[in-house]
């Protein structure tokens, strides 16, 4: 099997234990003042990639781990501690504070920075939790004509660069097999990601962090999309009171439930 050089993106978002509100002015989210870190599926698969090298599960063993991000210059920070949990280096491509790539322009960023990393597989979360959208890993695959498995709970390696992936569907699970070179998408039950400790964070502060500008990649990232209006959903109305069990019987006998 070839030595892999593993290209994990992830992506700075509001802290998931953090309830989002409207801002005032119906455009998004507020993001000012609120806490942000790594988007927890991102975590899975960094955590993912150190495991690999760390337990050989490679037969062609892991020759680097680079993680990447596009975001304000706050991002750093999710890079820094992704390295701090075993990621080698970091390439930063800045954007500014309040500027949404789409999942299309990440995508088209990605397909260069794997093409210019001599990348062979790409490991990144099934989704970010602030859009949801679940798009980006389907797109680059798309985009580079490598194969892809998505939501993935189960990596494994065996010879002649193939890759053997089990993958959570509706009602079960399926296991696909593919060679490299290859996009993984992760899912929640693949690994409980690792703690970040203080020596290993002090490291990563040593660690290489490339800082790249979009321009660079010379790729078209323009949104096709336009938010016209956020709004909080409507509060959920209370039911109507019964007065007995017989009243509770013929109300649900009313709606159908018997």
Same mark, same amino acid.
């Given at each position: 099997?070839?030595?892999?050089?593993?290209?994990?993106?992830?992506?700075?978002?509001?802290?998931?234990?953090?309830?989002?509100?409207?801002? /005032?002015?119906l455009?998004?989210?507020?993001?000012?003042?609120?806490?942000?870190?790594?988007n927890?599926?991102?975590?899975?698969?960094?955590?993912?990639?150190?495991?690999?090298?760390?337990?050989?599960?490679?037969?062609?063993?892991?020759?680097? =781990?680079?993680?990447?991000?596009?975001?304000?210059? /706050?991002?750093?920070?999710?890079?820094?501690?992704?390295?701090?949990?075993?990621?080698?280096?970091?390439i930063h491509?800045?954007?500014?504070e309040?500027?949404?790539?789409?999942?299309?322009?990440?995508?088209k960023?990605?397909?260069?920075?794997v093409? @210019?990393?001599?990348?062979?597989l790409? =490991?990144?979360?099934?989704?970010s =939790?602030?859009?949801?959208s679940?798009?980006?890993?389907?797109?680059?695959?798309?985009?580079?004509?490598?194969?892809?498995?998505?939501?993935?709970?189960?990596?494994e390696?065996?010879?002649?660069?193939?890759?053997?992936v089990?993958? @959570?569907?509706?009602?079960?699970?399926?296991?696909?097999?593919?060679?490299?070179?290859?996009? =993984?998408?992760?899912?929640?039950?693949?690994?409980?990601?690792?703690?970040?400790n203080?020596?290993?964070?002090? /490291?990563a502060?040593?660690?290489?962090?490339?800082?790249?500008?979009?321009a660079?990649?010379?790729?078209?990232?323009?949104?096709?999309?336009?938010?016209?209006?956020?709004?909080?959903p409507?509060?959920?109305?209370?039911?109507?009171?019964?007065?007995?069990?017989?009243?509770?019987?013929?109300?649900?006998?009313?709606?159908?439930?018997?």
């Amino acid at each position: 099997m070839s030595a892999l050089r593993i290209l994990v993106p992830v992506k700075r978002v509001i802290d998931y234990a953090v309830k989002p509100r409207v801002n /005032k002015a119906l455009t998004g989210v507020e993001t000012a003042g609120v806490k942000h870190s790594m988007n927890p599926f991102d975590e899975l698969s960094v955590e993912e990639s150190v495991r690999i090298r760390e337990k050989k599960r490679a037969p062609g063993g892991v020759e680097d =781990i680079c993680v990447f991000s596009a975001g304000p210059t /706050k991002a750093q920070d999710v890079l820094r501690t992704a390295m701090a949990m075993g990621a080698d280096r970091a390439i930063h491509v800045e954007v500014k504070e309040g500027e949404e790539l789409e999942p299309l322009g990440v995508a088209k960023v990605l397909k260069k920075v794997v093409e @210019e990393q001599n990348t062979n597989l790409v =490991i990144l979360g099934k989704q970010s =939790i602030d859009d949801d959208s679940g798009q980006t890993g389907q797109m680059l695959a798309g985009l580079l004509g490598w194969g892809q498995a998505t939501q993935a709970s189960n990596v494994e390696f065996a010879e002649g660069d193939a890759v053997i992936v089990t993958r @959570e569907v509706d009602g079960g699970v399926e296991t696909l097999r593919s060679k490299l070179p290859m996009v =993984i998408t992760t899912d929640l039950r693949l690994n409980v990601p690792r703690y970040a400790n203080l020596p290993n964070i002090m /490291k990563a502060k040593k660690k290489s962090l490339e800082k790249k500008k979009l321009a660079d990649y010379g790729v078209e990232t323009a949104n096709r999309l336009k938010v016209l209006k956020v709004a909080e959903p409507a509060a959920r109305q209370g039911g109507g009171k019964v007065e007995d069990v017989g009243g509770l019987v013929s109300k649900l006998k009313e709606l159908g439930a018997l």
